[in-house]
């Protein structure tokens, strides 16, 4: 495999699930760093498989590690920790220590903060930002998630800016609540109390209280953070970063890469080359052997090897001009360094 990545630091590889997009970040890294290039590869899947194709363990969890590895430059791996990368944002962006205190101590957030939707793609753009920013790395791989939570990733920074800018955001800083603690609503003759014990017993006030704390207490660091999701939606669009895209062989698997293709270019993001892996090689035919299993192995093995050339070349014409490469289905995958030497050896 050899895979021209010209001079843009940043290379996001995405795809479909199971089409072998971490052992091929974990590819492009070390052939990245064979070339002189410090680099480092990260994933934010939640399946973590990165940690054990480089051999780093769970040591890479929120840092980078050095992968033992005789490269002509360093390689470092990182297993992105949403949560300790919220806290560290916290730390540096909140007014003072007494700011951050009230944050991470705040129920709301150390029991559902980092669980909630998108906090996971956000935070995997914001360590790339915070990366991007020290400008360690020659060149940093992303592994991510299949397709529909890679555009949650894209789509991050988007939907953050919109809710700072939104009227759900000023709901959510009024004082809702008073000084007992009781929802302000409740003084209201009538429905006030009964509205308190229905959100009660159906929501939890305690909960209520702990939200409406946090998006107090939050309150100072809402322009930074969109501040960094814009920088972050700029360095995405920049010609500093591509996409690799991977796809399995077969004509069936064409809608999904094709999708993923055309929602990558409607974005306005820079498209890369196209990698088909797995794909079955063409049996040069020959006399049929005696034995009937023999020759019905070698017949599937002919029509897996023909369906996924159509597969490569249905592609190559759905995506004509674009940097199609196929690579060809291994004895077994690739899961350690020396299986990714022989997959980027010349």
């Known amino acids: 495999m050899r895979v021209d990545l010209g001079n843009h630091r940043y290379v996001i590889v995405v795809g479909s699930g199971g089409v072998g ?21 990260m994933t934010f899947d939640p399946s973590l498989r990165l940690k054990d194709t480089l051999g780093v363990g769970d040591s890479a969890r929120g840092c980078e590690v050095p992968v033992a590895s005789d490269t002509a430059a360093p390689l470092h791996a990182s297993l992105i920790d949403a949560r300790a990368t919220f806290d560290r944002l916290i730390h540096r962006y909140a007014p003072d220590d007494t700011a951050a205190k009230r944050i991470l101590e705040n129920r709301f957030y150390k029991n559902l903060a980092g669980q909630l939707a998108g906090i996971l793609e956000y935070m995997a753009v914001e360590r790339l930002y915070e990366l991007s920013a020290e400008r360690r790395y020659d060149r940093i791989v992303l592994d991510t998630p299949p397709t529909r939570q890679v555009l949650d990733f894209l789509e991050a920074p988007e939907r953050l800016i919109a809710f700072l800018d939104s009227g759900a955001l000023r709901i959510a800083l009024r004082p809702w609540f008073d ?15 009964r509205f308190e014990a229905f959100l009660d017993r159906v929501i939890g006030l305690g909960l209520l209280r702990d939200m409406a704390e946090f998006f107090q207490a939050f309150s100072p660091l809402y322009d930074g953070f969109r501040e960094r999701a814009l920088e972050v939606r700029r360095m995405l669009h920049s010609e500093e970063t591509v996409f690799v895209l991977v796809s399995a062989p077969g004509e069936k698997n064409n809608a999904d890469t094709m999708f993923l293709a055309r929602r990558l270019e409607e974005a306005g993001y820079r498209l890369g080359p196209v990698i088909v892996n797995r794909v079955h090689p063409r049996l040069d035919p020959g006399p049929a052997p005696d034995d009937p299993e023999t020759a019905g192995g070698l017949q599937l093995m002919g029509w897996l090897g023909e369906r996924d050339q159509r597969g490569v070349e249905s592609i190559r014409a759905l995506l004509p001009g674009r940097p199609l490469i196929a690579l060809p289905m291994l004895p077994r995958t690739p899961s350690d360094l020396q299986g990714l030497d022989r997959l980027i050896a010349d």
């Open 179 to 193: 000084e007992t603690g009781h929802l302000r609503v409740a003084r209201l003759p009538g429905i006030g109390s």
């Open 21 to 41: 997009k971490t052992t091929l970040s974990a590819a492009l890294a070390l052939q990245a760093a064979r070339a002189g290039e410090k680099t480092l590869v």
